[in-house]
């Protein structure tokens, strides 16, 4: 790693070392994606995030430790740690947006405020029928056009697996065109079975059975058995999907501190994250498996994740009784005779029943609010992210320390005189989720690269990106460490300016400062994919001299890494190990919209 002055920074020309940072690299290609965060548990101490709200939902603030009591299983708890989070004020009017930076100049600094939880939008189209996957784009679509500032929110699509959209962001134009750009959208997704084509189905069904003055048709007997065949192999693997989306979303936030508000629009929402009695029996008779849903619900705790259900198809209106090409409802044939006209219409309000009531207790228990019956999504969209912006963290040491597997109900009660409406996750699973944890992870930076998440600003920094001049030969050793990179690319000089309030400098006896910061660079391209890392940490020792001059610009930094001629996102992170902090970046490298560079095959020999 190189720290040295730059003239972007207008600082003294400062050489502190000449170590090149891709010599030693810390990150790899499956950086992150396999980081699960240890339960807070293990650690013998639970963690609950506590939305406080009056009957109107206006949240309440200033609340203090004493004004909680914490129960586990029914026996009361002690609470050790206690947090207050709210929104950050924002100052009246537009907020003005940070001043136009020079070509190739990016900082984490952010424009506003931002709020201590973070958003995720998750448009479901496994789960909901076509026409209303339309309707929540155009709701989402209006939401964005007035989104409170500082507002830290991303984009997955769900279909026959999980896409991702956008990473999070505070500008809502950078969503907006995410979410409408061809580029990004899915392909066309299989046709999977909706509480739609189970009526036509049913229709269908009774419409054959009147023809025949209520009594069996032939052969109906086998397509009533196929298509109930059909329908259970169709559920358990929207199930499965659905279970393996809610994973990977848990595992891409693990590393996010804070609140997580999982915003999710769907027309039927066939998972829970802690089913009851009844309900794990029916996951054990379809075979999909008690402990992915467990693991499911260990991920979702361990990151935080509150889940706000929204119905995607509004007001839930009936329409078994509608006219339509197979004639008026009719219910389905039992025992060789056709039942109540009404059984279609009663089925329907049985199925409108059930998905508030999974929604209601998916909600709960995982701190959340449901949504339904409401056309108005844009203003649903807005009251789930209020509702979330604003809460309570409480730690408590369980005092039945055994992690036996079995579930612990939690109870939270505001003591304070008033009358207030709390929502928290209701319980947890007490599995060692150690066992199925990572090892340990020595390079704290590693976990924060993931593309897409939120740039961290505790260690606030600027960075140059350019392409370097003169490019170097062909047979120049490579700047970065994947070895398996080949055809044409650019060398890319990113010069660093990292705010030194923010790096622990320790005064030592002979009067220098001495700190350790660490660098690391990651590369995906389009798709995701790792095309290329470097990263490096180095000790710092700092005289009077280079003291005074740091004090004045910041502490510069000098890094180079190797990159293909396609568009590249690169993950930037500094992380300082006297302090604990870290900041990240995400600088977009688009082709031809850097400076025009002399690009060189790079060869197939590692370094």
């Known amino acids: 790693m190189l720290l040295r002055g730059s003239k972007f920074f207008s600082t003294p020309l400062i050489f502190l070392c000449s170590i090149p940072l891709c010599a030693q690299s810390e990150a790899s290609a499956t950086t992150g994606h396999s980081q699960v965060p240890v339960f807070k548990a293990n650690a013998r101490a639970v963690e609950v995030d506590v939305v406080v709200t009056r009957e109107n939902g206006e949240p309440v603030t200033s609340l203090h430790k004493e004004d909680f009591a914490a129960t586990e299983d029914g026996k009361p708890q002690t609470i050790d740690y206690f947090e207050e989070h709210t929104t950050k004020n924002l100052p009246s009017g537009p907020v003005a947006p940070l001043a136009n930076m020079p070509p190739n100049i990016y900082t984490n600094v952010p424009p506003v405020p931002q709020s201590d939880a973070v958003n995720v939008l998750l448009l479901d189209s496994l789960n909901t029928e076509p026409q209303d996957q339309v309707y929540v784009h155009q709701q989402i679509m209006l939401f964005l056009k007035t989104m409170e500032p500082g507002t830290q929110t991303a984009i997955f699509w769900l279909g026959s697996k999980l896409y991702y959209i956008q990473g999070f962001t505070t500008d809502s134009g950078v969503l907006a065109a995410a979410l409408n750009d061809k580029k ?78 999982l915003i999710w629009f769907s027309g039927s929402f066939p998972v829970q994250v802690f089913p009851n009695l009844s309900e794990r029996q029916d996951i054990n008779d379809l075979e999909i498996g008690l402990s992915n849903v467990r693991r499911t619900a260990d991920l979702m705790t361990i990151s935080k994740v509150a889940v706000y259900p929204v119905g995607a198809q509004g007001m839930m209106n009936s329409t078994a009784m509608l006219a339509d090409s197979a004639g008026p409802g009719l219910a389905p044939v039992v025992s060789g005779q056709r039942g109540s006209p009404m059984g279609l219409y009663t089925a329907d309000a049985a199925t409108r029943s059930d998905t508030i009531a999974s929604m209601e207790q998916l909600a709960a228990d995982t701190g959340g609010k449901a949504f339904f019956n409401t056309n108005d999504l844009n203003s649903a969209v ?103 990179l080949t055809g044409p690319t650019t060398r890319y000089d990113l010069d660093f300016m990292v705010r030194w309030q923010d790096v622990k400098l320790e005064l030592t006896p002979q009067g220098t400062h001495r700190g350790t910061i660490q660098i690391a660079l990651l590369a995906y391209d389009r798709d995701g994919k790792t095309v290329n890392w470097a990263g490096a940490t180095q000790g710092m020792n700092l005289d009077a001299n280079i003291y005074s001059a740091i004090q004045k610009s910041g502490i510069p930094v000098h890094a180079e890494i190797d990159l293909p001629n396609v568009d590249v996102y690169l993950e930037t992170g500094v992380y300082d190990w006297g302090s604990g902090k870290a900041g990240t970046l995400e600088v977009p490298l688009q082709v031809g919209t850097a400076a025009v560079a002399a690009t060189h095959p790079v060869s197939p020999k590692t370094n």
């Open 382 to 484: 807005k009251r789930a992210m209020d509702d979330g912006s604003h809460y309570y963290t409480i730690a408590y040491t369980p005092t039945n320390t055994k992690l036996d597997g079995s579930y612990r109900k939690i109870e939270v009660k505001v003591t304070a005189k008033g009358k207030y409406k709390t929502a928290y996750r209701r319980g947890y699973n007490a599995d060692d989720t150690r066992k199925a944890a990572a090892p340990p992870d020595s390079d704290p930076l590693r976990p924060l690269l993931i593309r897409g998440l939120p740039g961290s600003t505790q260690l606030l920094y600027g960075v140059r990106v350019v392409p370097a001049n003169p490019q170097p030969g062909q047979n120049a050793k490579r700047a970065g460490k994947n070895a398996d």
């Open 184 to 261: 990004t959208e899915p392909g066309k997704e299989p046709v999977f079975q909706t509480r739609g084509d189970a009526l036509d189905d049913a229709h269908t069904i009774s419409a054959l059975s009147a023809g025949f003055g209520g009594h069996a048709w032939p052969g109906l007997g086998a397509l009533e058995k196929a298509n109930a065949e059909y329908s259970t192999i169709n559920y358990v693997n929207r199930v499965s999907m659905t279970l393996e989306a809610l994973d990977y979303l848990a595992r891409y936030l693990g590393a996010v501190p804070g609140r997580k508000n």
